[in-house]
């Protein structure tokens, strides 16, 4: 692919693919600078030495003819090598770049071209046959060095050759006046060949992008396999430490089923005792807390799998909240912490899942209830969200989590210290749990928290079930 605008864009206007083929071009051109800067001054001395060897066939040229050719390439030497300096390795505005090839192009072939015309001698056959030759390499040299970009290429070729066909047009001699009728033929077979090797550098810049690109790609899909298999790692590993963590959580309901109904069905304190009733209740009790555990991992096993399901409906939140209030009250007075549930008067259309609705306001209510100290403030608030949607926060006074540790919060298995752990019992899935059914809906959770002010976490549900939420997560 070649880049052909000429008119000068912002690089931002360009499409990326442009800017790196122009870049590659560029490149090229800049890389073949020191040939020039070193050669055409030796090359220009070279070709004068025939004059002063053998002027009686070659026709005569003054020394000052020849200090001069020689001055004006040490001249485009010396300005071409600035250029290749300024661009060599600065990271320049790519298009200033290439006004800046153009103009050194420009430059250096019409000194080429200059010289041409102090070499020349009317009427000398074999000093227009001689001064030709230099024409035809010097523009053959230009056209094979510069083949990589078109404008360059172009600009450069036929400056040389106007300077040039602008002496023989306006010389004597049977040679001037073929050459001059040849030379515009001449022009468009270099520049054809120039297209030639330009389509072998289309061809090369093509596999090498191929290449960088196939190169980023498979960069790109080890880092994800790296990523996502560090992502399976840690989550394994937090699974195995949550077990570790939580064994006792299983175990100890379950010593206590056996233990009591061991006492009760071995009748260990007579036929007819009191006490085999509290402990049928305690044998309840633990039974009802294993429960919840295993619904609690369970649950999260299946939203991981993509097997829960959920039947959203419209519905009134009010006497859900109002049953989370009787539920979780006695433990919050227990406590000494003041709940409060803050519900709108008018409270937008909600559609959800109405056990999930009520999951999700337990589980967030009983961990405020569980980590925040006696005697804090815990408030539940519900109303309509900015941008549309129903939102719900629970909010306290409590020690608050940490910054770097907020973002593993809603991660299943990933407790983190201050509130989340395992001082507080339970599984610590549940704002797992929040999230995962929040997303069922549609919706997500958020938390907001700073150590020693307090913890809030909100859940958006969209108008709809299932719909993308919105990017702003503002209650309303």
């Known amino acids: 692919m070649e880049t052909h605008a000429t008119t000068v864009k912002p690089d931002n206007a360009v499409p990326k693919e442009d800017l790196r083929d122009l870049d590659a071009r560029l490149k090229q051109i800049v890389a073949s600078l020191p040939a020039s800067i070193v050669y055409n001054p030796l090359m220009t001395a070279f070709a004068a030495v025939p004059f002063l060897v053998g002027p009686e066939t070659l026709g005569h040229i003054s020394l000052w003819n020849i200090f001069v050719a020689i001055g004006i390439q040490l001249v485009t030497s010396a300005v071409t090598r600035v250029i290749y300096y300024a661009n060599r390795d600065t990271v320049r505005d790519l298009h200033a770049k290439q006004r800046d090839l153009l103009a050194q192009q420009v430059f250096y072939s019409a000194g080429t071209g200059a010289v041409g015309w102090l070499f020349w001698v009317d009427g000398n056959a074999v000093n227009n046959l001689y001064v030709v030759l230099l024409l035809v390499c010097v523009v053959w040299a230009a056209a094979f060095t510069r083949a990589a970009h078109r404008q360059i290429l172009t600009v450069g070729t036929a400056t040389a050759s106007i300077v040039f066909m602008a002496r023989f047009a306006i010389a004597p001699g049977m040679v001037a006046h073929v050459v001059t009728f040849l030379a515009p033929f001449w022009l468009l077979y270099i520049l054809g060949m120039g297209a030639v090797a330009r389509r072998r550098v289309d061809e090369m810049l093509a596999v090498r992008f191929a290449n960088e690109d196939l190169t980023d790609a498979l960069r790109l899909a080890r880092d994800d396999a790296l990523r996502k298999r560090f992502e399976a790692e840690a989550a394994n ?53 294993l429960l919840s555990l295993i619904n609690d991992l369970l649950d999260v096993a299946k939203i991981e799998a993509g097997k829960m399901e959920i039947d959203p409906q419209p519905l009134d939140p009010v006497p859900l909240l109002e049953s989370v209030q009787r539920l979780m009250g006695s433990r919050a007075a227990a406590k000494g912490q003041a709940l409060d549930f803050a519900i709108a008067a008018e409270l937008p259309e909600l559609v959800a899942d109405p056990r999930a609705f009520k999951q999700i306001v337990l589980n967030l209510v009983t961990n405020a209830v569980k980590f925040t100290p006696n005697g804090g403030r815990i408030t539940v608030s519900c109303g309509a969200a900015t941008g549309g949607g129903f939102v719900i926060s629970v909010e306290d006074n409590g020690p608050g989590i940490p910054k770097e540790k907020l973002a593993k919060i809603f991660k299943p298995f990933s407790q983190v210290d201050n509130r989340y752990d395992s001082n507080g019992g339970g599984t610590g899935l549940g704002l797992a749990l929040v999230q995962g059914l929040a997303k069922l809906h549609g919706g997500f959770a958020s938390i907001e928290s700073e150590v020693d002010m307090g913890t809030k976490v909100t859940v958006y549900f969209p108008l709809l079930a299932e719909t993308p939420a919105p990017a702003l997560r503002s209650v309303g």
């Open 237 to 289: 590993a937090s699974k195995t430490i949550f077990l570790a963590n939580r064994s006792h959580e299983l175990r100890t309901p379950l010593n206590a089923i056996l233990g009591f109904s061991d006492i009760i069905a071995e009748q260990s304190f007579g036929p007819a005792i009191d006490r085999y009733r509290e402990y049928a209740r305690d044998i309840h009790n633990s039974g009802a807390h």
